[in-house]
């Protein structure tokens, strides 16, 4: 429980997607004043529900929220600080990185990446989660 007094403006924001259901009382991400945390995003298509069964379609879906969801809050995916990747293959590494290197063409200015393998529920083959910071020019 916080201490602080009630303010009129909530603190956090949470953030919420057309088509993006869950069976628990959670938002798909979070702000803080600039900072920006999402929860898992997974390759299932918002507008049928359903989940496609290959690894390729699930990483493009997965690519298509995180650019839904950095709209959603007047970002881009130059605000993106760290992803981490959660596959139920690691050796299925080969089509996140084909979408990888699609959003973040130049070596140079990629955020950080953890890739690691879980079992994944719901015909999930692959869930990113994120961490952005908004409105800041990195020193540039």
Request: proline share 9%; net charge negative.
């Amino acid at each position: 429980m916080s201490s602080r007094s009630p303010d009129p403006v909530p603190r956090r924001v949470s953030v919420h997607l057309p088509g993006f259901g869950h069976a628990n009382p959670i938002p798909v991400a979070s702000r803080i004043g600039p900072f920006l945390a999402s929860g898992a995003l997974t390759g299932r298509d918002p507008a049928t529900g359903e989940m496609p069964q290959d690894i390729e379609a699930q990483c493009a879906t997965v690519f298509t929220h995180v650019r839904a969801l950095m709209a959603a809050v007047d970002g881009t995916t130059d605000d993106i600080l760290k992803m981490t990747f959660r596959l139920a293959e690691y050796r299925d590494r080969t089509a996140l990185n084909q979408e990888w290197t699609a959003m973040f063409p130049d070596p140079a200015d990629r955020p950080a990446r953890q890739v690691v393998a879980a079992q994944l529920d719901g015909g999930a083959l692959v869930h990113c989660d994120l961490l952005a910071v908004l409105g800041d020019t990195g020193g540039r």
